[in-house]
C-alpha cells in the first residue's frame, strides 16, 4: 500500500480592499488587503504510484476526473486547474493519483480555487519530500494560478490560505507586496466571531470573467473603477487600523465602504439576490460585504449583538445556506495518511476515464 500526502488550507473572508491586489491597479498605486481565514476547508491528497501506474485526478465536490499514460497525456480540456499544478511540479513521467476536495461550494467568493490550489502544493511537496515556507507556497500557487494558467486576478486569497489568521497584505507601487498578520485583541476576536454569519444565497459567481469586466473597465478614460478601488484601499486602512485597535465600530464602517466601493468596481461585482438578502436583514445587522469579486457567492455579515439568531432565521426562511464563523490561525497544513489499496486506485481510474 503506497503513503498518502495529504493537505488542507482554509478558505478567506476579505471584509475590506479586495480587488486592489491585482494589476494593473496593485502595480501602478500600490493595494491594500485586509482577510481572514476562516475554518473551512480545501484538501488534496497525492499518492506516488508504481512506474507505469499512470496518473489519475480525482475531483469529489465537481464528481469529475481525468487519467492518462502520463501528465503529458492528460486530455487538456479536463480539470485544467488541477493538471496545471502536476504539469509545473511533478515529473512527466511519474505516476501518481491526486485526490481533492473542498467545504464549500465552488465559485462561493471566498477563494476556494486559491485555498485548493495551495492544499494542491502542500500535498505535492509532502510527497516529494520538498520544504517550503507558507508564504513560498502561496507565491507558487498563485504564480501557476495566474501566469501558467492565465487566470485573472491578483493573490490575496493564496496568502490567506497559506498564512492563516488576520492579515494585511500591501501592495507596493511599482511591484513587490508586503503581508502582516494582525495582532486583533482577543476580545475583539472573540466579538467578532460571536456575530459573523457567512450566507450563501445559491447564487455563483466567476471571479476570472469579474477580474476581466474590471480590467476593461479600468482602462477606460475617467472610469470609475480607479476611484472605487481607492475607496477600496482606504478602507483596508482604516480596518487594519481599528482591528488592531480591537474597534469593531471601525471595522464596521470600513466594510460597508469596501462593499459599496466593491459594486462601483463593474456592474458585474453587484447581485440582485445579494442586495435582496442584505435589505431582508438590515435591521439585524452592523456591516455587510459581499465576498471576493462579487456578482454572487457568499456575503459576509457582522450582526448586531444579540441578532445573529435573527440573521439566521430570515436567511433560512429565504432558502439560504447559513454557516457560523470562526478563524482558523493555522493556514496550510500537511500530514501523512494511509494508502489507497489497489482496488481503491483503480476504482478512482474508472471513475476517471471518459
Given at each position: 500500500?503506497?503513503?498518502?500526502?495529504?493537505?488542507?488550507?482554509?478558505?478567506?473572508?476579505?471584509?475590506?480592499?479586495?480587488?486592489?491586489?491585482?494589476?494593473?491597479?496593485?502595480?501602478?498605486?500600490?493595494?491594500?488587503?485586509?482577510?481572514?481565514?476562516?475554518?473551512?476547508?480545501?484538501?488534496?491528497?497525492?499518492?506516488?504510484?508504481?512506474?507505469?501506474?499512470?496518473?489519475?485526478?480525482?475531483?469529489?465536490?465537481?464528481?469529475?476526473?481525468?487519467?492518462?499514460?502520463?501528465?503529458?497525456?492528460?486530455?487538456?480540456?479536463?480539470?485544467?486547474?488541477?493538471?496545471?499544478?502536476?504539469?509545473?511540479?511533478?515529473?512527466?513521467?511519474?505516476?501518481?493519483?491526486?485526490?481533492?476536495?473542498?467545504?464549500?461550494?465552488?465559485?462561493?467568493?471566498?477563494?476556494?480555487?486559491?485555498?485548493?490550489?495551495?492544499?494542491?502544493?502542500?500535498?505535492?511537496?509532502?510527497?516529494?519530500?520538498?520544504?517550503?515556507?507558507?508564504?513560498?507556497?502561496?507565491?507558487?500557487?498563485?504564480?501557476?494560478?495566474?501566469?501558467?494558467?492565465?487566470?485573472?486576478?491578483?493573490d490575496q486569497d493564496s496568502y490567506g490560505a497559506a498564512v492563516g489568521?488576520?492579515?494585511?497584505?500591501?501592495?507596493?507601487?511599482?511591484?513587490?507586496?508586503?503581508?502582516?498578520?494582525?495582532?486583533?485583541?482577543?476580545?475583539?476576536?472573540?466579538?467578532?466571531?460571536?456575530?459573523?454569519?457567512?450566507?450563501?444565497?445559491?447564487?455563483?459567481?466567476?471571479?476570472?470573467?469579474?477580474?476581466?469586466?474590471?480590467?476593461?473597465?479600468?482602462?477606460?478614460?475617467?472610469?470609475?473603477?480607479?476611484?472605487?478601488?481607492?475607496?477600496?484601499?482606504?478602507?483596508?486602512?482604516?480596518?487594519?487600523?481599528?482591528?488592531?485597535?480591537?474597534?469593531?465600530?471601525?471595522?464596521?464602517?470600513?466594510?460597508?465602504?469596501?462593499?459599496?466601493?466593491?459594486?462601483?468596481?463593474?456592474?458585474?461585482?453587484?447581485?440582485?439576490?445579494?442586495?435582496?438578502?442584505?435589505?431582508?436583514?438590515?435591521?439585524?445587522?452592523?456591516?455587510?460585504?459581499?465576498?471576493?469579486?462579487?456578482?454572487?457567492?457568499?456575503?459576509?455579515?457582522?450582526?448586531?449583538?444579540?441578532?445573529?439568531?435573527?440573521?439566521?432565521?430570515?436567511?433560512?426562511?429565504?432558502?439560504?445556506?447559513?454557516?457560523?464563523?470562526?478563524?482558523?490561525?493555522?493556514?496550510?497544513?500537511?500530514?501523512?495518511?494511509?494508502?489507497?489499496?489497489?482496488?481503491?486506485?483503480?476504482?478512482?481510474?474508472?471513475?476517471?476515464?471518459?
Amino acid at each position: 500500500m503506497t503513503r498518502r500526502a495529504c493537505a488542507r488550507a482554509p478558505v478567506r473572508v476579505d471584509p475590506a480592499g479586495g480587488g486592489t491586489d491585482a494589476p494593473p491597479f496593485s502595480i501602478e498605486h500600490g493595494g491594500m488587503v485586509v482577510n481572514f481565514a476562516v475554518a473551512r476547508h480545501s484538501y488534496a491528497s497525492v499518492e506516488r504510484l508504481p512506474a507505469g501506474s499512470g496518473v489519475t485526478i480525482w475531483a469529489h465536490d465537481l464528481q469529475t476526473g481525468v487519467t492518462g499514460d502520463s501528465i503529458e497525456t492528460l486530455p487538456p480540456d479536463r480539470l485544467e486547474f488541477l493538471q496545471g499544478f502536476l504539469r509545473r511540479m511533478v515529473p512527466p513521467k511519474d505516476s501518481l493519483l491526486l485526490v481533492t476536495e473542498s467545504d464549500v461550494p465552488p465559485s462561493a467568493g471566498l477563494g476556494g480555487s486559491g485555498a485548493l490550489g495551495v492544499a494542491v502544493v502542500a500535498a505535492i511537496d509532502r510527497a516529494y519530500g520538498t520544504d517550503r515556507s507558507p508564504e513560498e507556497t502561496a507565491r507558487l500557487a498563485n504564480e501557476i494560478e495566474r501566469i501558467d494558467l492565465g487566470y485573472a486576478g491578483g493573490d490575496q486569497d493564496s496568502y490567506g490560505a497559506a498564512v492563516g489568521g488576520f492579515k494585511e497584505m500591501e501592495y507596493i507601487q511599482g511591484g513587490g507586496m508586503k503581508v502582516r498578520q494582525l495582532n486583533v485583541p482577543d476580545d475583539a476576536r472573540l466579538q467578532l466571531e460571536q456575530n459573523s454569519l457567512l450566507v450563501y444565497t445559491g447564487e455563483a459567481h466567476v471571479s476570472s470573467d469579474i477580474h476581466e469586466d474590471i480590467k476593461t473597465s479600468y482602462a477606460l478614460v475617467d472610469s470609475p473603477t480607479v476611484a472605487a478601488m481607492m475607496d477600496l484601499r482606504e478602507a483596508a486602512r482604516r480596518m487594519s487600523a481599528g482591528l488592531e485597535a480591537g474597534d469593531l465600530a471601525v471595522f464596521a464602517e470600513a466594510m460597508n465602504t469596501s462593499c459599496d466601493a466593491l459594486y462601483g468596481l463593474h456592474s458585474s461585482c453587484d447581485s440582485d439576490a445579494h442586495r435582496r438578502m442584505c435589505s431582508a436583514l438590515d435591521e439585524f445587522i452592523l456591516a455587510r460585504k459581499t465576498c471576493g469579486a462579487g456578482g454572487g457567492g457568499f456575503i459576509y455579515f457582522l450582526t448586531k449583538p444579540g441578532h445573529r439568531r435573527e440573521c439566521v432565521r430570515v436567511a433560512a426562511q429565504d432558502g439560504a445556506l447559513v454557516w457560523p464563523l470562526s478563524i482558523d490561525f493555522a493556514g496550510v497544513k500537511s500530514w501523512d495518511g494511509p494508502g489507497s489499496s489497489d482496488d481503491e486506485i483503480a476504482r478512482y481510474r474508472q471513475l476517471a476515464s471518459p
